[in-house]
């Protein structure tokens, strides 16, 4: 029952290691969804876009959850509980530029669509588990 | 918005993906975990043991999402939310053999643990979206 990162599991906030997203729908039923992460020493930054159901999720009820697996060993994970305490489209261009740099080796995110606005949601870590 | 699997997505259940289970903490929050899991036609079988985390959480509340990602596209994916319509012990020392075959290629568990009790879980599809 931590709420930080342990170090000798800092290495999978380096790899491109997808998050595996929770958000509470309407009903509050769960939903998961991969996404592109990283983490500012504090908190875990995702991104999305205006309007989308996690967006909406989160302005709802911004209790989440977000597991990375190891990729050189899915037997070695860490499971995060947290709170989305920040949502902004301030800078939220700039990082997904940044998320698709990790991902994807590119400097600017290719999959922008017209008219779309990117957020980026601050997540703080309220529970942290680890495995393997 | 449907409750079936789409045919061109029934691969993702043969492979040795793991599903991203999320269930949902006594206080409503997220958690969500890496699990094996199968197919069965009509529901997607989890497997855990008596008293973890999950166990109690689908107990008191049967309301859980499981996404997959393709190992091979990870923008390839479907995501479920459903119900956990059956839990049993019956068959589940069965049924977890059988995931340790599709896993890791062994005839038995190798991870049991003394005293353990393995339980199946049937999650109804109440929505299957699918991404890529």
Known sequence: ????????????????????????????????????????????????????????????????????????NPYRYIAVRGTVVDISESGADVHIDSLAKKYLDQDKYPFRQPGEVRVVYKIRLDNVSTMG
């Open 1 to 72: 029952m931590a709420n930080s990162i342990p170090d000798n599991f800092r290495d999978l906030f380096q790899k491109k290691a997808f998050g595996q997203l929770a958000t509470l729908m309407k009903d509050g039923t769960p939903q998961v969804t991969p996404v592109w992460f990283d983490f500012d020493g504090t908190h875990v930054r995702v991104n999305s876009a205006k309007g989308r159901v996690k967006d909406k999720n989160v302005r709802r009820n911004p209790q989440v959850a977000i597991t990375v697996q190891d990729p050189d």
